[in-house]
């Protein structure tokens, strides 16, 4: 069963879309609001997703992966901009 709940993760279907539409060779184009729409869909349903897994860790073992991906997070920008 969870198996099957990872494959209906939001993201995981849209990545399947834009696969399946590239090969078919497909010229998927969507107005630029609902692109909008659909990126916004998509961060707020990782940000669920990713929430609701962090819940199920023992905050002591998670709080070096939160750590690593802020430092990342505020560390590669400023590399990339150097």
């Keep these: 069963m969870s ?11 849209f990545f ?3 696969f399946l539409a590239q ?4 010229d998927l184009k969507f107005p630029s609001d ?10 707020v349903g990782i940000g669920l ?3 609701m ?14 750590a690593a991906a802020l ?3 505020f560390g590669l ?3 990339a901009y150097v």
């Design 3 to 13: 198996s099957l709940s990872n494959m209906l993760n939001p993201a995981v279907l």
């Design 16 to 18: 399947g879309l834009g």
């Design 23 to 26: 090969s078919i060779r497909s």
């Design 34 to 43: 609902l692109a909008k729409a659909l990126s916004i869909y998509l961060l």
């Design 49 to 51: 997703h990713g929430g």
């Design 53 to 66: 897994e962090l819940l199920k860790v023992d905050p002591g073992s998670a709080i070096g992966a939160v």
């Design 71 to 73: 430092g990342l997070g």
């Design 77 to 79: 920008p400023v590399v």
